[in-house]
């Protein structure tokens, strides 16, 4: 992989790559969120909340994803520099 841009941009992808490269992350789908009326952290916390609530295991957002998150069916990963929340689930 080939990461080119201004440094921050850089810094972000390389952030992406270790948090999505990683065996937690295996076999997973995903979808993403583009919220209009909430920041991506805030509608993150609140999906969160509703998901518990519910009665669904959901990684605690904000949390670093680490091999033992492969626990957690579901990953909520915020991008407040693109606004968009990542879904992932088995």
């Given at each position: 992989?080939?990461i080119?841009?201004?440094p921050?941009?850089?810094?972000?992808a390389?952030?992406?790559?270790?948090?999505?490269?990683?065996?937690?992350?295996?076999?997973?789908?995903?979808?993403?969120?583009?919220?209009s009326y909430?920041?991506?952290?805030?509608?993150?916390?609140?999906?969160?909340?509703v998901?518990?609530?519910?009665?669904?295991a959901v990684?605690?957002?904000?949390?670093?994803?680490?091999?033992?998150?492969?626990?957690?069916?579901?990953?909520?990963?915020?991008?407040?520099a693109?606004?968009?929340v990542?879904?992932f689930?088995?």
């Amino acid at each position: 992989m080939l990461i080119k841009g201004n440094p921050d941009n850089v810094k972000a992808a390389l952030e992406a790559v270790a948090a999505l490269d990683q065996p937690a992350m295996k076999g997973r789908a995903s979808l993403a969120l583009n919220p209009s009326y909430w920041s991506a952290e805030e509608l993150a916390r609140r999906l969160s909340d509703v998901l518990g609530a519910e009665g669904y295991a959901v990684h605690p957002v904000g949390t670093a994803v680490t091999p033992g998150a492969v626990r957690y069916p579901i990953i909520l990963l915020p991008i407040s520099a693109l606004n968009v929340v990542y879904v992932f689930g088995n």
